[in-house]
């Protein structure tokens, strides 16, 4: 079945630093691949979506690029802030139809000044 | 458009009850999710609802169902509660486009005691 593997946190930056989360998927066909981000005590906000290889999505500085040959869709962003302190999480889905997500497990970013 | 709204936002409930909990999606969305977030297990999907129909149902027992309005809002129900049931609970709609994003509410958060 469908799969999501991302970095386990969590992930300590200093403001500024770089950010890359990695994020691997298993999948039948041709899935369409997000990233979402939820903030303490709120639900899931969706950051950034690809639907077909080497799509690059991208949104408030982070970016993440479609690689069909790698399975991958790792999250990156050039100099993170405080306030991008979150958990993020990588989703696919599979298409056919369904709406369903299936999520990695999640990574804890923290932004310290 | 307003987002996705969800209530109540805190529940608490004892062993052996039920509970019902309630979802809005955004304005003209007819796909509606709903998923069960735990820090052991994250993310899992639970079921989908398109046009009062369940298309798509997770790996969950017969306790939990759910169903779908007219007006596309859904309900999600759970009978004879267990511990193992305090999560989360997120909703999130779907404009039913097929670049399958979704968008969530900001969930109810069950405790059973």
């Known amino acids: 079945g469908d799969s999501v593997t991302q970095m386990e946190g969590p992930v300590t930056l200093s403001e500024e630093a770089f950010l890359t989360i990695n994020c691997t998927y298993t999948a039948t066909g041709y899935p369409s691949l997000f990233w979402y981000v939820q903030y303490p005590g709120e639900g899931l906000q969706l950051l950034l979506k690809?639907?077909?290889?080497?799509d690059k999505g991208s949104n408030k500085g982070f970016e993440a690029t479609y690689r069909k040959e790698t399975t991958s869709f790792h999250l990156e962003k050039g100099s993170v802030q405080v306030s991008d302190s979150a958990v993020y999480f990588c989703a696919l889905n599979s298409g056919a139809g369904s709406y369903q997500l299936t999520f990695g497990k999640g990574t804890k970013l923290s932004v310290i000044p | 458009k307003a987002g996705v709204t969800q209530t109540p936002r805190y529940l608490i409930k004892t062993r052996g009850q039920q509970v019902t909990l309630s979802c809005s999606p955004i304005s003209g969305h007819r796909s509606v999710s709903w998923y069960q977030q735990t820090p052991g297990q994250g993310l899992q999907f639970l079921f989908e609802?398109?046009?009062?129909?369940?298309?798509n149902k997770g790996n969950f027992p017969g306790r939990f169902s759910g169903r779908q309005f007219s007006n596309s809002r859904s309900e999600m129900n759970v009978s004879t509660l267990e511990l193992g049931d305090s999560a989360l609970y997120l909703c999130?709609?779907?404009?039913?486009?097929?670049?399958?994003?979704?968008?969530f509410g900001p969930g109810t958060r069950l405790t059973v005691t």
């Open positions: 690809a639907t077909k290889a080497d």
């Open positions: 999130a709609s779907s404009p039913g486009t097929r670049t399958y994003e979704q968008y």
């Open positions: 609802y398109f046009s009062e129909t369940q298309r």
